[in-house]
Each structure stands twice: as structure tokens, then as C-alpha cells.
């Protein structure tokens, strides 16, 4: 099995309540695993489209949709 090398952060507010999961904390534990970390906000699925993975039958494909348009984006694609 292969290690993962980088892992990306997509969360729009990299922080968390959770000890150990905002952005310093996790990368300090993840460098000393000899993993890179890498917050790319413009990655993660926005807030306002969230609601369309919720469940309803006419809601996930345009929310999968906006998603991928937001993963083809310059912003996203530009890293």
C-alpha cells in the first residue's frame, strides 16, 4: 500500500472544535507523519449549494452540477 504524500483541505474555514483538526494543528501532526497539507478553499463544495446532497430526488444532480463547474473553474484549477 502506497502513503499518501498531501492531503488537501478544502474546507472553506480551515478550523475546527474538534483538538487537533484547524489548519496549524493538523498540518504540524501531519508533517511530522511526513505528510504535506494544502488548504485550496476554492476546492470544497460552497456552503449554499450543500443542501442539494441532502437527499431530494430533484435536487443532487444540480448540485453535482455547480460542484463540478466549481472544480473547472481557473480558482481551482489554478494550483
Request: charged share 25%.
Amino acid at each position: 500500500m502506497r502513503e499518501s504524500e498531501l492531503l488537501v483541505d478544502v474546507r472553506l474555514t480551515p478550523i475546527s472544535r474538534k483538538r487537533g483538526f484547524s489548519k496549524t494543528a493538523l498540518a504540524t501532526a501531519l508533517a511530522a507523519a511526513g505528510i504535506a497539507c494544502r488548504h485550496m478553499r476554492a476546492l470544497g463544495n460552497p456552503k449554499w449549494n450543500r443542501a442539494g446532497f441532502s437527499g431530494s430526488p430533484a435536487e443532487p444532480g444540480t448540485a453535482r452540477g455547480v460542484y463540478a463547474d466549481r472544480l473547472l473553474a481557473a480558482e481551482a484549477r489554478s494550483r
